[in-house]
């Protein structure tokens, strides 16, 4: 029968989709074992991703504040990095969460299982660790498995100045000379942490865009900020190899405006990362995999067997621990045997670079190409007291609204905070808000969430017609 194994529900990788699930699972009541192959639980996001990353990037901005001061008459002068305790700082943060969650998983009873977890039948995993194996039988599982990043040909990976993200959080040293391959938000993430802290950096991006996600007015307050400080860009270039010498890596570059080879002492490699599907053994429990390494799911995160789940990076993208963590809540509720389906209409994108780009719902350029009737209110922010009064005026807030009906389809903010502020803006798309119930939301004084209340009204007509 289906209901007699060990577990009630086998959650395999402890990512943020991952131990949501199971601790939710377990809150409702199912016996759960969480597969884990490192000894820290927590996946990608807190380990090497977005939470050492944050506190890189906070203190990077501290640093590019106290600088920036000096303009205004109150100077620091030049930093002093002790690159032993910083790195401490940041394994820190990464420790108290990760042993945070250790000890929720302790609370409810969900049990880690350490080791490299793989399908053995369509109730059973083999869970290897240290040459040894232990099975472990579950009546309903989900897959949490996670991305991996992607590696390009004709870079010396074995060259130890040869980076990936988990490498550039790792803190070695700082560069003299940084070069980042791929202007996405990780690449720009890791390029304002290590050029706060003195490296001279350039990014290459094969797109004719940073971030090509967004929009290209919400990147560019960005892209202009960072060259202000000594960031080289070169886009719609090509790296075409990088080569190990003695006292430099050699890239060549294939670009317009790029030279053709440039120096550099380490290179970071951030082109974007793939989904660890093919590692899990899948077919011995019937789960498709596709030749990317993604898991086709429906609606309630199931694949096409019935009985097993998959959340995360793994199902697609976005590739954002939010949008895990709300899969993983999804398919716990679903196994425990509650009415639920995942419903999100919108899934925020967040750069946390200095300054921050967020956006959620449809970009303009989308709402171009779905034919879609927009009309557009913005509010720079250079009119925002607040932002004059940290002198960080180069944002703006941008709001997309369906004509007729002038409902929020989609918004785009650039300065600092951004990722903040795009927050009232997922709700507000979740709610069905039009432009006058965000233009007539009272928002407090001064702020930088005004600039959403100015740009609803900036929105032509709606507001005033309402008046
Ligand atoms: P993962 O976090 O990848 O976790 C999967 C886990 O499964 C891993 O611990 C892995 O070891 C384990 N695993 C895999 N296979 C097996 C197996 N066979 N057996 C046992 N264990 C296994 N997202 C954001 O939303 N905001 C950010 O600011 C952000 N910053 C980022 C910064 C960087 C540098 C990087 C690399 C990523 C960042 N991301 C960010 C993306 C985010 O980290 C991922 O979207 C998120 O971690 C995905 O969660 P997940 O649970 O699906 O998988």
Known sequence: TDHDHEYDLAVLG??????????????????VALIERYDSIGGVCLNVG?????????????????AHLGEHGVSFGEPDIDI??????????????????????????????????????????????EGSERTVGFNQC????????????????DDDR????TGALELADVPERLLVIGGGIIGLEMACV?????????????????????DADLVKP?????????????????????????????????GKDAPDSADFDRVLVCVGRRPNGDQLNAEAAGVEVDDKGFIAVDGQMRTNRGHIFAIGDIVGQPMLAHKGSYEGKVAAEVAAGHKRAADARVIPSVAYTDPEVAWVGLTEGQAKDQGIDYGVGKFPWAASGRALGMDRSEGFTKLIFEKG?????????VGMHAGDLIAELALAIEMGCDAADIGLTIHPHPTLSESVMMAAEAYEGTITDLY
């Open 50 to 66: 977005c939470i050492p990353s944050k506190a890189l990037l906070h203190v990077g901005q501290v640093i590019d504040s106290a």
């Open 14 to 31: 402890s990512g943020p989709a991952g131990y949501t699930a199971a601790f939710r699972a377990a809150d409702l009541g199912l016996k």
């Open 222 to 254: 960005l892209q202009q900020h960072l060259k202000k400080q000594g960031v080289e860009f070169h886009l719609d270039t090509k790296v075409e190899k990088v080569e190990a010498g003695d006292s430099a890596l050699t890239a060549h570059l294939d």
């Open 84 to 129: 032993d305790k910083l790195r401490g700082f940041k394994d820190s943060v990464v420790e108290k969460l990760t042993g945070g969650l250790a000890g929720m998983a302790r609370k409810r009873k969900v049990e880690i299982v350490q080791g490299m977890g793989q399908f053995s039948g369509e109730h059973e995993l083999v869970v290897e660790h």
């Open 405 to 413: 009906s002038d409902r929020l389809i989609g918004a785009g903010v």
């Open 142 to 157: 989900i897959i949490a498995a996670g991305s991996r990043v992607i590696e390009i040909p004709n870079v010396p990976w």
């Open 162 to 165: 040869v980076m990936d993200s």
């Open 194 to 214: 290590y050029r706060a802290l003195g490296s001279k950096v350039t990014v290459v991006e094969m797109m004719k865009q940073l971030m090509p996600g967004a």
